[in-house]
């Protein structure tokens, strides 16, 4: 029979012959095969017998130990024990005894704390699988030869990671095989499964027949060292001699799934870990060399939105370069529709099909898009890809509000069904047909929070429902939309069950992936993880990519290195960093609003001249930065308003032209507020904290309060003149008229007619708690006086060269905006932003290393003010000294020496008609 039990006052020392580590947690570990061994030199050894303790002048067992009664055979006389350990300090007995080894293998931290021990476990497996064999030796065949002497004897451990997972593998010397262990969590390490390739019933002495006898030592071979494709473990026998390979399989097909979102035509590398096409190419070769049965999906607006080198050859290269690199699957995003419904069924579908436009049905999934009035699919709901004999359907949906996003014109014979029924309806068809292992959810709708995994699965918007209420069908959900980075488990509605829920922030930065385990033989997902990791660093370039991108390069080089214009100073979009808020007023968003006017009122326009230009947030992705000399190219322009819409006018009443305003604020949207920019001349008041509908108190245009039933002509992109972006009114607008002008040509002949171009002022939209400012805003004259009267503190005016100073304003105008550039070698200055509610800025000034030292010139420009401020500039090294602040006026009086001169401390420019 075999008892295994243990015994006060009889313990096993941790003596291992085998050590190992790992890192789990960010933590490294000790992994120890604890077999012990007693000492020997000639004739001694430090070992004998427990009943034999208290003869051949061994000291006896304590009378008092508990151990006393236990000498005989049938209890541990025949257990090994240290002769030179346990004797009690002070007397000549044990009251102790130490076996070798622990029989167990331990996992403990580098300080030496023990966080497992596999205790008995071994044993107690080979009781359950050699019961008949149980801890054999290796040199002699039999029942039980070994308990009196270390057991199995565990000699060795190897450690690999198979599936994310992390292993332990012992080699037992004696009975013989390998014992495995999953030691992902050190302190809650299991038992997985015990190996042997010994053939017991080859007789009891050793044979070749007895095939392997002895494991001594123990190599684990990862997946992608193995000459298989498949991890594999090698064992060496010591007493047969013989070395065998085991593959590792435990059953499972181990599926990869690889995925990104809003890509947007981001071709070459960028800043803020932006990787470019061909590292994302590159991580997706990466990954599939671990494991060949791996898929790559997108969730969406892989085009639109493009950066310059996509956007001047329609996306060509985008969807060139995402079929490079092995794009399998796409959902529809809002901005596929950019170009209208029929240019993504016939142009776009063909180029992913590669000519074929069948063949490009799987990257334009869109479940809930239907023809107009009906419950017709107006796209392929889902497809299935098979990989490693596993089927995996992808469903694709798209935001609801796409109707809001693109073309009203564009999408007139489509409408955007709800999400979640769609979803489910196709969820449950392929579970009834039986046509998929697993199924995916690829959603062009997302969170507006990253990292949180508390609010995404309590988001209260329509996405919200979608993740929550989805069928349990559904086995994992791929995000998008709002850019966001998050990996998650939600819960399912009454499932009693979470799925994952990833998004892979924007524009190839990140990618997805998700990890299921398929049961072989049942076909049955048996597991399922999600992560999301960066990509820029991480990844070689694929070269074929890379060639496209290249490319695609010198063809846009070529067609947007051509200046046409100038701009003084930074012109930005809205928030810190620029971009990051649709819901404030921007400099970008005004001066484009001040283009659309310019483009279609002055005596070039045949058309009804307008009389107010407006522009949405959403069309303005990116800014134009001042640069070496603020030359503006066609490509900067492009970069800013990729969309090519046209130019668009539309008669309003007074009451529309409100409602227009009022549709800014939309607190059930993803965004809830989107701040037109707006042209010169026209000013509101509004309060953010008024009721829907009453956000807008009063409304002026050159200064003349515009009643409800007065008409107004507005000029607008063809996106916003349609009701996109969800200003419905201007759909209802009167006297339409397309002008035919394409923004980007029509910003073209804005920059050549007024180069160079100033920022546009802030100010225009009024918070009601300034309405006791003037509505209409400050004039050119006005910018300059209150430059010129406003206090100035910039030190001492005395800085080393390669250093800075910082230059304060108050007294100036909200939201006035100031240019700077330092003379003799203009330097103008960048980022300087405009001033705050209390007419207060602050900027730095960068003075370059290799400026000559002596006397300058800082000129601060506004409206039609100028102010020159002298500065002196010291060797390299001289610390410069500190002053204090003053009024610009007492600067002037101070300078009366240095005017004799010559120098002009103050003028005003003369005002341009």
């Known amino acids: 029979a075999i008892r295994i039990q243990t015994y006060p006052g009889l313990k096993g020392i941790y003596m291992p012959d085998g050590v190992n580590s790992y890192q789990a947690g960010g933590q490294t570990y000790l992994v120890t095969a604890n077999e012990g061994d007693a000492r020997e030199w000639g004739s001694y050894i430090d070992e004998a017998r427990v009943k034999d303790l208290g003869k051949k002048g061994l000291a006896a067992v304590c009378a008092d130990s508990p151990l006393a009664a236990l000498k005989g055979d049938a209890d541990l006389g025949r257990l090994k024990v240290a002769t030179d350990l346990g004797v009690a300090v002070g007397a000549d007995c044990y009251s102790e005894l130490y076996s070798y080894g622990g029989r167990s293998f331990s996992i403990w931290t580098t300080d030496g704390q023990q966080v497992f021990d596999s205790g008995d476990g071994f044993e107690r497996v080979l009781a359950d699988a050699v019961p008949d064999y149980f801890n054999s030796g290796h040199d002699e065949t039999g029942f039980d030869t070994r308990s009196a002497s270390k057991g199995p004897e565990p000699e060795s451990v190897a450690i690999g990671e198979v599936d994310g997972r992390t292993y332990a593998f012992v080699g037992l010397e004696r009975v013989g095989g390998v014992i495995v262990y999953d030691i992902t969590d050190p302190a809650a390490s299991t038992f997985v499964t015990y190996i042997n390739n010994r053939d017991f019933s080859a007789g009891k002495a050793p044979s070749a027949a007895s095939l392997d006898l002895g494991a001594e030592g123990v190599t684990f071979i990862p997946a992608a060292q193995s000459t298989t494709g498949q991890p594999l473990l090698a064992v060496a026998n010591e007493v047969s001699g013989t070395t065998t390979l085991f593959a590792i399989d435990d059953g499972m097909t181990d599926v990869r799934i690889l995925t990104v979102n809003d890509f947007h035509g981001r071709l070459e590398a960028g800043s803020g870990g932006v990787a470019g096409a061909a590292v994302v190419a590159g991580a997706v070769a990466a990954k599939k060399a671990e494991n060949p049965n791996t ?77 107009k009035g009906t419950q017709t699919p107006a796209l392929p709901e889902y497809t299935v890809e098979e990989t490693g004999g596993v089927r995996v359907a992808f469903i694709g949906t798209v935001t609801e509000d796409t109707a809001t996003m693109v073309s009203p014109d564009g999408i007139a014979n489509i409408e955007f069904g709800d999400q979640l029924e769609a979803a489910n309806r196709v969820a449950a068809e392929i579970s009834d047909g039986d046509l998929a292992d697993v199924t995916v959810l690829l959603t062009h709708s997302g969170s507006a929070t990253s990292g949180d995994c508390a609010a995404v699965a309590a988001d209260a918007s329509d996405f919200g429902a979608l993740i929550r209420g989805a069928s349990a069908d559904i086995d994992a959900i791929v995000s998008a939309h709002t850019h966001q980075t998050y990996s998650c488990e939600v819960p399912v509605n009454g499932a009693g069950m979470t799925r994952p829920v990833i998004q892979a922030a924007q524009y190839g930065q990140s990618m997805g992936q998700l990890d299921l385990q398929v049961d072989s033989a049942t076909h049955e997902l048996v597991g399922i993880s999600s992560s999301v990791f960066p990509l820029a660093g991480a990844f070689p370039a694929d070269p074929d990519v890379a060639q496209i991108v290249q490319d695609a390069v010198a063809v846009a080089k070529e067609k947007g290195a051509v200046r046409v214009g100038s701009i003084t100073a930074d012109i930005l979009r809205g928030g810190t960093p620029a971009g990051s808020d649709r819901g404030v007023e921007s400099s970008m968003g005004n001066t484009l609003a001040d283009m659309y006017l310019w483009a279609t009122s002055g005596e070039a326009y045949a058309g009804t001249p307008a009389q107010i230009g407006m522009i949405n947030p959403g069309g303005l992705r990116d800014d134009l930065r001042f640069g070496a000399d603020g030359t503006v190219t066609y490509r900067d322009i492009a970069n800013v308003q990729p969309f090519a819409n046209t130019i668009v006018t539309v008669e309003l009443t007074g009451a529309q032209l409100k409602r227009v305003l009022e549709e800014q604020w939309q607190p059930r949207a993803e965004r809830p507020k989107l701040h037109l920019g707006l042209s010169e001349g026209f000013r509101y008041v509004f309060d953010d904290a008024a009721p829907a509908g009453g956000h807008v108190s009063s409304m002026t245009l050159d200064g003349e309060q515009i009643a409800p039933t007065d008409s107004v002509v507005v000029a607008t992109n063809s996106f916003l003149a349609a009701g996109g972006d969800g200003f419905t009114t201007f759909a209802a607008g009167t006297d339409r008229t397309d002008t035919g002008q394409v923004d980007l040509a029509a910003s073209v002949a804005y920059f050549a007619a007024n180069s160079p171009l100033s920022p546009a002022a802030l100010g225009r939209a009024v918070p009601a708690s300034d309405e006791g400012t003037d509505p209409v805003g400050p004039t050119d004259e006005e910018l300059g006086a209150a430059l010129e009267a406003a206090d100035i503190d910039y030190g001492s005016g005395r800085v080393a060269a390669g250093g800075s100073f910082t230059v304060t304003i108050t007294g100036l105008l909200r939201g006035q905006q100031i240019a700077a550039t330092l003379f003799s070698d203009p330097i103008v200055v960048t980022g300087i932003p405009a001033a705050d509610a209390s007419g207060r800025v602050t900027f730095a000034v960068k003075v370059p290393a290799g400026l000559a030292p002596g006397a300058h010139t800082l000129v601060l420009t506004s409206g039609t003010g100028e102010v020159r401020l002298a500065v002196t500039v010291l060797a390299n090294g001289t610390l410069a000294a500190t002053g204090g602040s003053f009024p610009i006026g007492f600067v002037a009086v101070l300078a009366v020496g240095v005017l004799i001169a010559g120098l002009v401390m103050m003028r005003r420019r003369p005002a341009v008609a």
Do not use: K, M
């Open 295 to 371: 898929l790559f999906v997108s969730a969406g607006d892989n085009i639109g939105a493009s950066t310059f080198t996509s956007f001047i050859q329609q996306d060509e290269p985008t969807i060139e370069a995402l079929r490079g690199a092995g794009l399998d699957v796409s959902a529809v995003g809002n901005h596929e529709f950019d170009q209208g419904f029929d240019d993504l069924t016939g142009r776009v579908r063909t180029l992913w099909g590669g000519g074929d436009a069948a063949a490009g049905d799987p990257y334009t999934l869109g479940a809930n898009v239907y023809l």
